[in-house]
């Protein structure tokens, strides 16, 4: 059973807000919500972590809801720099592993 | 920032023959990992370690063996490659305290003919 369940595509022109979303109805209360990205030809690339309610950094901002199945990363003003899979991943901190979905590719129009 | 570096960055080897893939972090971090990737595939995770000279298994063990020498290098190893190996190999680093921000090498691409 998979852990998060995200849209597999989606598509923004350049200066448009990206909300990406992440479904993850079994998530432990142990359990971080963290967010990746990889752009073509490189690892993977630390967002933004959080465990409730709203988290802010100087690249993107995560809303949690109030019961944490849902989560949701907001993109301000993609550019086409921001063109790449966005991996929404939950785990607790034991031993700070990974598991990695298939993500949700952005594609980036000007 | 925290550097990870991966080489060689791409590698020919043949089936059967014995792969070397080394990983280096200059940040200190005590966690280390090994994930694979397929063309259109999330990362798996193959090995990890959280200490030098001890490596834990991750998800996809099988036919991987893993080297943990000093805090900084970190090492795969396929003793007999096989075709189904074909990945592009990422090793990534973390410091153990404060969550899972990972950092990731550039990754090495592997092909086994």
């Known amino acids: 059973l998979a852990k998060t369940t995200q849209p597999p595509s989606m598509e923004a022109y350049e200066g448009q807000e990206v909300n990406v979303s992440c479904s993850h109805t079994?998530?432990?209360?142990?359990?971080?919500i963290y967010w990746y990205r990889q752009v073509p030809h490189q690892g993977p690339q630390f967002i933004i972590q959080?465990?409730?309610d709203y988290v802010v950094n100087e690249v993107a901002s995560l809303f949690i809801s109030a019961d944490r199945k849902l989560s949701t990363l907001s993109l301000p003003w993609v550019s086409l720099r921001d063109a790449a899979v966005y991996y929404c991943?939950?785990?607790?901190?034991?031993?700070?592993?990974?598991?990695f979905g298939t993500g949700t590719s952005l594609l980036v129009d000007p | 920032e925290a550097a990870v570096t991966q080489s060689p960055r791409s590698k020919v080897a043949v089936t059967g023959g014995k792969v070397t893939l080394s990983c280096h972090q200059t940040n200190n971090h005590d966690y280390m990992y090994w994930y694979r990737q397929d063309t259109g595939h999330g990362l798996r995770l193959i090995h990890y370690?959280?200490?030098?000279?001890?490596?834990e298994k991750g998800d996809i063990p099988d036919g991987y063996k893993a080297s943990r020498p000093s805090q900084e290098n970190f090492s795969l190893i396929l003793e007999l490659a096989s075709l189904s190996q074909t990945a592009v190999y990422f090793c990534?680093?973390?410091?153990?305290?404060?969550?899972?921000?990972?950092?990731f090498g550039p990754g090495t691409r592997l092909t086994v003919l």
């Open positions: 990534a680093s973390t410091t153990g305290t404060g969550g899972a921000e990972q950092y």
């Open positions: 959080g465990y409730k």
């Open positions: 079994n998530i432990a209360t142990s359990e971080y």
């Open positions: 991943i939950v785990t607790s901190n034991m031993g700070y592993k990974l598991t």
């Open positions: 370690s959280y200490v030098a000279d001890s490596t």
